[in-house]
């Protein structure tokens, strides 16, 4: 089989809704032939939804690397670093230890993660939740507002600030 034999054998594995034996082939295609820029960002992709993210980043630079001039390349590669940086923020706000450490971090965390992919909403959730964790609620207030912005009918968000809303009320009282 040649590289092109392999990803579309991928394709159709995607189909099926296989992506283990996708990344097989996506890898074949990448073996046969390595400086294929586009196979490396679909492989990423297939790796990033099956929840791989180490090798989903790996495809995603080798990508970027191969082919600069591709801005789909550039967003996917900086939504992984964001997806990564995320759940970095969310492990140590969810570790009681890691947290009273140096509770600032996650929030630096976030916000570069948001500065990568400003439109990634769980970014700005965690944030506000963040803030909220410290006694900020004004910070996030402000967080919810700018997820709010991008997801205007989500009733799970509007609940979330109502709840930050009432946490401000009680604060300042």
């Not at 995603?60 to 923020?89: F, I, M, R, T």
Request: net charge negative; proline share 3%.
């Amino acid at each position: 089989m040649n590289h092109n034999d392999y990803v579309n054998a991928a394709y159709r594995s995607i189909l099926r809704s296989d992506f283990e034996e996708a990344i097989q082939f996506f890898e074949a295609a990448i073996s046969a032939s390595p400086d294929d820029a586009e196979v490396r960002y679909r492989c990423s992709i297939t790796y990033a939804r099956s929840g791989m993210m180490d090798k989903a980043l790996e495809h995603a630079l080798a990508a970027v690397k191969l082919d600069s001039g591709k801005p789909e390349y550039h967003l996917h590669l900086q939504h992984l670093q964001a997806l990564k940086l995320v759940q970095e923020a969310k492990r140590l706000l969810e570790d009681e230890a890691g947290g009273t450490l140096n509770p600032y971090r996650p929030v630096t965390l976030l916000k570069e993660a948001i500065s990568l992919d400003p439109l990634y909403g769980d970014a700005y959730v965690w944030l506000a939740i963040a803030h909220s964790r410290m006694n900020e609620h004004v910070q996030a207030i402000a967080a919810m507002k700018e997820v709010i912005a991008l997801h205007p009918d989500d009733s799970g968000l509007r609940q979330l600030m109502k709840d930050l809303q009432r946490s401000l009320q009680k604060y300042i009282h």
